[in-house]
């Protein structure tokens, strides 16, 4: 092996040579001259001099270029029964117009514009306008409730929340602006205007400091790009922590593009005029990267797809999305494949469309099982690459780098740490453990560019959260091992964050919700394992002495409370209720203990439990589901 072990190599021992060389490949107003700048360590930033703007990589340098009539989008939507192509000159055009009604409502450099929106071009449009005038945005997923989405807009303070009338589930429309304005009754910040993209399937009714997307677009004058420091934020993007409080992962200007670019044609192996399909949401990392930025920064064209995997019309509709547009590689959740095993295990449905361009199966945002990965790989005859990473890199921490070196893959493991990860497997008191021995995933600091350079406006909580643990590195969260070809196995969370459908979840904030309901004295929500979904969150309450209602009542309760305060995405069904919660001596409720056995594990009883009696009587109710 060669091009991946130089890489790697001096990725680690010349960092400073190895960015400035990716650098190279985007366009500076003011080149870096610099890639680390560790004066602040353990906080760090990289490219400190350099100054760009990441609409203008994305986007006007293509155009001028020579990729003005490429497709650069192609919007995709069984849902609605609507498609559209839009070149690098249309999406050029319209994302300088929406930045010129940006300005037009007084955004500028540094403010934030929350997005809540669905799978259309506009949530595109909204987050390059934002990159255009240097402004900081912050897209919610649409599956949330008001009030995470009020938490959100505290922390950001936007100036503008920009959103679309509704959004489409199979079994519903969803409408967004109750949502809004409910979030709104609820925050503390307001926002000076509401910008909303109408949609016929339920069109909202404006208030005054709404703004009609189509209307405001009509007499906009278009905005130019605005340079930034490298250094300076692009967007925030929450993401589920331990505690209900989500963490503003904040991301920067140039770490990020150079880092993009570099993983695409690196890792996923797509050059400019390739077309690349990331099948999930822009509210989610995923989307982010390799929805938005990665493939238009690349000079790729980028497929947004409005739909499922299956029922949209049916379980071909990956593959007609394939065919159609000639992608040459996916990349989606395990989930999406379960989804599609399940209504076509013998996958008849793929026999039916051409898919000769396709070369590559990306999947990530949970463990990739065994069972998945060689359905994925019979039925479709080409590489399915499992890769790991995370909201707060942005960009894979593991993977098999199919541009750089495709190497051999491994069912069960994301295969090799990537350039400018320095990945080691720590035990409980900080010794690296020797290959095979499981422990924590840790980075050793620093991590390379595009990764968080802080949560926003909390440099203390980013350090407690991911760098007090343990004393130069980075806490990953998840636990797992490297085996003896140095490959990296991601065993699962050891914290409280769960994985729902590839959507990341904290039980932390399902339990505070359950723990609000007046009948309940304590509470657990774990993560068990799920055949469709990897995981599902299972909650188990104890009563207050003396309260008298039904099971069934108090169920019902709780799972409308959770999903009216948290939102829908959380697919929280399951809750028992129970004498007691096993505890240590100190108090402490033993979730991972529960968690193990509920997943079929041979769960020894920690000897700092309180009363095994407990464990005792909740293991049946454990094993056999509620
Ligand atoms: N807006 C509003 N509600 C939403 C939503 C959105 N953007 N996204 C999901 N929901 C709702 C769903 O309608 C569902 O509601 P319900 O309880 O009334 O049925 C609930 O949230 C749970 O959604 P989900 O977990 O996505 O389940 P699902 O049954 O709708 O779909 C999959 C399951 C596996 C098909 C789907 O999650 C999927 O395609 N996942 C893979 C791709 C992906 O998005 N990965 C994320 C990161 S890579
Ligand atoms: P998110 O921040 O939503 O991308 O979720 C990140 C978490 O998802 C990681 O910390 C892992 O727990 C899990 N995850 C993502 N990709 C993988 C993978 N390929 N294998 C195992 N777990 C994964």
């Known amino acids: 092996m060669g091009s991946y072990h130089d890489a790697y190599r001096q990725s680690l021992e010349d960092p400073e040579g190895f960015w400035l060389t990716a650098a190279a490949g985007l366009d500076w107003t003011k080149p870096p001259t610099k ?302 494949f379960r989804a599609i095993k399940r209504v076509d295990p013998s996958g008849e449905q793929i026999g039916k469309y051409d898919l000769s361009k396709f070369r590559t199966l990306f999947l990530a945002g949970e463990r990739l099982d065994p069972e998945t990965y060689h359905w994925a790989s019979d039925k479709l005859g080409v590489p399915v690459v499992d890769h790991w990473w995370q909201t707060e890199t942005g960009w894979p921490i593991c993977a098999n780098l199919r541009g750089l070196e495709p190497m051999p893959i491994k069912a069960g493991s994301p295969s090799v740490p990537v350039p400018g990860y320095d990945v080691r497997i720590l035990d409980v008191s900080g010794e690296e453990l020797p290959r095979g021995e499981d422990g924590a995933i840790a980075i050793r600091l620093p991590l390379p560019p595009g990764t968080l350079p802080t949560l926003w406006g909390d440099d203390a909580r980013y350090i407690e959260s991911y760098l007090a643990r343990y004393d130069g590195y980075y806490l990953t969260g998840d636990g797992g091992y490297v085996d003896e070809d140095g490959y990296v196995y991601v065993m699962g969370r050891t914290d409280d964050v769960i994985n729902v459908a590839g ?56 799972v409308a409370a959770v999903r009216k305060e948290i939102g829908p995405v959380a697919a929280f069904r399951d809750v028992s209720v129970v004498d007691g919660l096993p505890k240590t001596r100190s108090g402490k409720i033993l979730r991972k203990t529960m968690r193990g056995i509920a997943d079929g594990r041979d769960e020894p009883v920690p000897s700092t439990i309180e009363d095994p009696k407990v464990l005792d009587a909740l293991r049946p109710i454990l094993r056999g589901g509620a």
Not at 224 to 241: M, R
Not at 317 to 327: K, T
Not at 528 to 552: C, H, N, T, W
Request: hydrophobic content about 45%; proline content about 6%; glycine content about 8%.
């Open 35 to 336: 890639a680390l700048d560790d004066k602040d360590a353990p906080l760090f930033r990289w490219f400190p001099d350099g100054e760009l703007n990441t609409c203008h990589n994305a986007l006007d340098r293509h155009v001028e270029s020579g990729r003005a009539d490429q497709p650069a989008l192609v919007y995709d939507s069984p849902v609605t029964g609507s498609k559209a192509t839009y070149t690098y000159r249309e999406l050029r055009d319209e994302v300088a117009t929406f930045a010129g009604v940006l300005a037009g409502l007084g955004v500028g450099k540094g403010d934030r514009v929350i997005i809540y929106m669905p799978m259309v071009p506009q949530a595109v449009v909204a987050m390059l306008a934002c990159a255009r005038l240097g402004a900081v945005h912050s897209v919610v997923f649409g599956g949330f409730a008001p009030r995470e989405l009020s938490t959100r807009v505290d922390d950001a303070k936007p100036k503008v929340i920009v959103a679309a009338s509704c959004g489409i589930e199979p079994t519903r429309v969803v409408e967004y602006k109750p949502i809004i304005d409910e979030a709104l009754t609820l925050s503390t910040h307001q926002p000076d205007s509401v910008v909303v993209l109408q949609r016929e399937q339920a069109t909202a009714t404006l208030g005054e400091r709404d703004v009609d997307w189509t209307e405001a677009m009509a007499t906009a004058k278009p905005a130019d790009c605005v340079p930034v420091a490298a250094t300076d934020p692009l967007y925030i993007l929450y993401t589920s922590g331990t505690t209900g409080k989500p963490k503003g992962v904040v991301r920067d200007n140039g770490g990020h593009a150079v880092a993009l670019a570099w993983s695409l044609t690196n890792i996923y192996d797509i050059q400019p005029g390739d077309v690349f399909w990331t099948a999930s949401d822009v509210g989610w990392v995923v989307g982010h990267s390799y929805i938005v930025y990665a493939p238009l920064i690349v000079g790729a064209t980028t497929v947004l797809y409005e739909g499922k995997p299956v029922g949209t019309p049916d379980a071909g509709a990956f593959w007609r999305v394939i065919a159609e547009h000639g992608a040459k590689a996916l990349f989606t959740a395990p989930t999406a």
């Open 503 to 558: 959507h990341r979840l904290s039980t932390g904030s399902m339990e505070a919700v359950l723990a609000a309901h007046p009948a309940v004295a304590e509470c657990a929500v774990i993560g068990v394992r799920d055949s469709l979904k990897g995981q599902l969150p299972r909650g188990f309450v104890v009563l207050k002495a003396g309260v008298e209602i039904s099971a069934d009542t108090l169920r019902d309760e709780l």
